[in-house]
């Protein structure tokens, strides 16, 4: 469907919970957060029949996030389920990796085609340190299950942030260039407890710079790489793309929707607004008034986020939006 500013709204990044087995330390506090009451949190059962609302209104890609979307019990089944669903046409996983080595499979023959890997070192103490406790073998194992289940693409996304990883962007260039990896590098975003992290935060550009990717020719460029500008260098197996949500926001181009585990519709990630659905399927509320309420929040999509505005804070972490 349109929104107000004629964009094409059909992408839907469902968190199925906040919950997570790591603490990555951009994203959530050391102590963890306040896990929401199971009761609040949406059962697969109502996210599918948001699903089915979505499709309606002719959405057709679902990415499963969280938290940790691989910690909730059944997500096998449910996903399974989720493919199923008549008008699904791509269905993506967000994870951390540390349970792919056991069911990359899984997810595979569930019907999952695509999965986003997020991993910001290569280096065991630097990935603990970052994730507060995270074992980066058990990721790389992950990755490469998944690129031997078949998932494809395998894209691993790294958050670059200058006082944990900015040394080791060549290292996540080579994965590129030696296996069918697709890396991202990406800005660190101030949401939740990077609100306040900005001395942190490495624009692409400079990005670019380190790795001498300046010049790179506009011909080995990935047409429809979505939010990412990315490139398969010469001799590439994988591709190096690079996602700026600040220093070239994509806003005019944004297509999706996010619906957190609590079950609100938040329309842009940046945007404070949210439509509490769950609540209004709870009610009892018919399948047509849900229809629109959820209609009138992608109507009303913002025109563009204002993270580049320094007052800018949210109430939620990443984590409890669905990153
Ligand atoms: N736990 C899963 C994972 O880590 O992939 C899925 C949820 S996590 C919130 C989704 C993505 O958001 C991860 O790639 C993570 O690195 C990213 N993220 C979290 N906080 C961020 C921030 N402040 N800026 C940019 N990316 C962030
Ligand atoms: Fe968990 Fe993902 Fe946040 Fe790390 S980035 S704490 S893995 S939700």
Not at 25 to 48: F, K, Q, S
Not at 77 to 82: K, L, P
Not at 262 to 282: F, I, P, T, Y
Request: charged share 25%; hydrophobic share 40%.
């Amino acid at each position: 469907m349109l929104d107000q500013y004629k964009r094409q709204i059909e992408y839907m990044r469902i968190s199925v919970t906040d919950r997570c087995n790591l603490r990555c330390r951009y994203c959530m506090p050391e102590t963890g957060i306040e896990w929401l009451p199971h009761e609040d949190i949406l059962t697969y059962e109502e996210i599918l029949q948001l699903m089915r609302i979505s499709i309606q209104f002719g959405f057709k890609s679902f990415r499963i996030t969280g938290g940790e979307p691989l910690v909730r019990k059944g997500i096998i089944d449910f996903i399974r389920q989720a493919v199923q669903l008549p008008g699904v046409e791509d269905l993506m996983v967000t994870t951390n990796g540390l349970m792919l080595p056991d069911m990359a499979f899984d997810l595979k023959a569930a019907g999952v085609n695509r999965i986003n890997i997020s991993l910001d070192s290569l280096e065991q103490l630097r990935y603990e340190e970052i994730t507060r406790g995270g074992q980066v073998e058990r990721v790389i194992q992950g990755i490469f299950r998944s690129i031997e289940a078949g998932l494809s693409p395998v894209k691993v996304n790294c958050v670059v942030v200058r006082s944990f990883n900015l040394d080791e962007l060549p290292r996540f260039v080579e994965l590129a260039k030696r296996y069918p990896i697709h890396v991202r590098f990406i800005e660190l975003m101030p949401i939740g407890i990077s609100s306040d992290r900005r001395q942190d935060f490495v624009p692409i550009k400079e990005m670019k710079e380190i790795l001498g990717l300046k010049e790179l020719d506009a011909s080995t460029c990935v047409k429809g790489s979505g939010p990412a500008q990315a490139f398969i260098p010469d001799g590439f197996i994988g591709s190096v793309g690079f996602i700026s949500a600040l220093s070239r926001h994509f806003c005019h181009s944004c297509n999706r929707v996010r619906l957190t585990a609590d079950g609100k519709l938040r329309a842009c990630l940046h945007s404070k607004h949210e439509v509490d659905l769950r609540s209004a399927m709870r009610s009892g509320l018919p399948d047509a008034e849900i229809a629109g309420l959820f209609a009138s929040a992608v109507w009303n999509k913002p025109a563009q986020h204002h993270m580049n505005d320094q007052v800018w804070q949210d109430r939620r972490i990443m984590s409890q939006i669905g990153g």
